[in-house]
């Protein structure tokens, strides 16, 4: 659909079905759109074709099908794979289309990126998002986004039914990737200081559901602090975000301040101690497995049904 065109409504399409992508996707279908799909696992893309909306086999096809495309995958080396890999979308976006990036990535390549996309004539939203999957399953995320007022005009509904908020910081690409480079700093070092908090606790023979219920109700909680020590006092490191997502993410608030000469010494800190863990196994773990590096402490264990 060109800017001309507008008998048709716009289609959204969404590639990368994982905890945060089916969410969206969903969110979409039930605002109303005409949502198309792709991901690399085939069947996951069929199930959620099966409740309304149509899945596509490569980002190739689905782009070709669409006006928007999200991408919601991990980090920027997906991202060049959707966008410039085998059956890539980038050579069939129609002109005039947007392609809206979802992923923690570094702020310059997100900036870099507009342009390669430009060329093209493709418009660009760099505009990652911040909530986990439960409130990407319920619209209720928050988005830092930055792009030109045609990609918001033609994009905006879209964004509107994922996001509970969508923060419009300018036209500048690489804004939006700078704000959640902010917001990943804190969140990790959240987790990092949190995790360190209930060890010590727990160290020092406080029952693990007494800290936890003091704590949420006092000064020192945090966000962080509820909902991952919930995790911990469960025993139950599934993964909705992973220790190694905070080893990517922490490297890159550590990478976007060195050209700054801008000392972390938190983030560093924090960084250190998700590399830990990750080095002793558990980079697919819940992120709130940071605590196992805590030497001499009895975790909560799972409860036996």
Not at 19 to 40: I, T
Not at 232 to 244: I, R
Request: aromatic share 6%.
């Amino acid at each position: 659909m060109n800017d001309q065109d507008r008998s048709v409504p716009p289609r959204v399409g969404v590639v990368g079905l994982g905890a945060m992508g089916l969410g969206m996707a969903g969110s979409l279908r039930r605002a109303g759109h005409d949502v198309a799909v792709h991901d690399l696992r085939a069947e996951v893309a069929a199930d959620f074709a099966a409740g309304g909306g149509e899945a596509f086999a490569t980002a190739g096809d689905l782009a070709a099908a669409v006006d928007v495309l999200v991408g919601v995958v991990v980090d920027a080396a997906q991202i060049e794979s959707v966008l410039f890999g085998p059956d890539g979308a980038a050579a069939r976006l129609r002109p005039g289309s947007v392609f809206v990036m979802c992923s923690t990535v570094d702020p310059g390549w997100s900036a870099a990126l507009a342009d390669r996309l430009a060329d093209r004539d493709v418009r660009y939203l760099d505009a990652p998002i911040s909530g986990g999957a439960a409130r990407a399953a319920t619209g209720d995320l928050t988005m830092m986004t930055s792009g030109s007022p045609a990609a918001y005009a033609l994009a905006g509904p879209f964004l509107d039914a994922m996001s509970a908020t969508v923060y419009r910081l300018g036209e500048l690409p690489g804004l939006g990737s700078k704000v959640k480079i902010v917001n990943q700093l804190l969140a990790g070092v959240h987790i990092a200081a949190a995790a360190e908090a209930m060890a010590l606790g727990i160290r020092a023979g406080v029952p693990a559901e007494a800290l936890y219920e003091v704590i949420t109700h006092s000064a020192g909680t945090s966000w962080m602090f509820e909902n991952r020590m919930a995790h911990v006092l469960a025993g139950d490191y599934t993964p909705l975000s992973a220790v190694d997502i905070f080893v990517k993410d922490l490297g890159l608030v550590l990478d976007a301040a060195r050209p700054e000469r801008f000392p972390l010494p938190l983030a560093a800190t924090a960084h250190q101690m998700f590399l830990q863990a990750s080095a002793s196994g558990l980079g697919g773990e819940d992120d709130s497995a940071v605590i196992k590096i805590f030497p001499g402490i009895d975790l909560p264990q799972p409860v036996e049904h």
